[in-house]
């Protein structure tokens, strides 16, 4: 003795019956949906590379939006952490982080070694 269900839904027309959903028929004949397209490559990442041997010892990092006031930050594993904002503290910052490449102790080490 069930009754069935009355859902008030304006503007749709009323149900006579309510279905539940079913499951949707295989795409193929062996029932799994293909993932690729024939014909076209599949991304195949890259082998590990063994690299160089170099990795980052200095960061300078540049901040200037649009009218605002630029910021600079300028650090390195050597311990230098300075900052800077304004435009011309910001030129100088980014000046001397270029001249600190030459007079870090760490990079020297690395360019003495490689040699």
């Known amino acids: 003795m ?3 269900p009355h859902f008030p839904l304006e503007g749709h027309p009323p149900t006579s019956r309510l279905r539940l959903a ?12 293909k993932v690729v397209a024939e014909g ?8 590990q590379q ?20 630029p ?11 300075l900052f800077a904002a304004g435009h011309h503290k ?4 980014i000046a001397d982080h ?3 490449k030459t007079r870090c102790p760490l990079r020297a080490d690395q360019e003495g070694a490689a040699a």
């Open 98 to 100: 270029t001249d600190h």
């Open 40 to 47: 076209v490559p599949t991304a195949v990442r890259p082998e």
């Open 50 to 69: 063994t690299g160089d041997g170099r990795h980052p010892i200095a960061w300078l990092t540049i901040t200037a939006p649009r009218g605002a006031t």
């Open 90 to 93: 910001a030129l100088a910052l």
């Open 71 to 81: 910021t600079v930050t300028s650090i390195c594993q050597c311990g230098r952490n």
């Open 2 to 4: 069930s009754t069935t």
């Open 22 to 33: 079913e499951p949707a028929p295989p795409v193929s004949g062996s029932g799994a949906p």
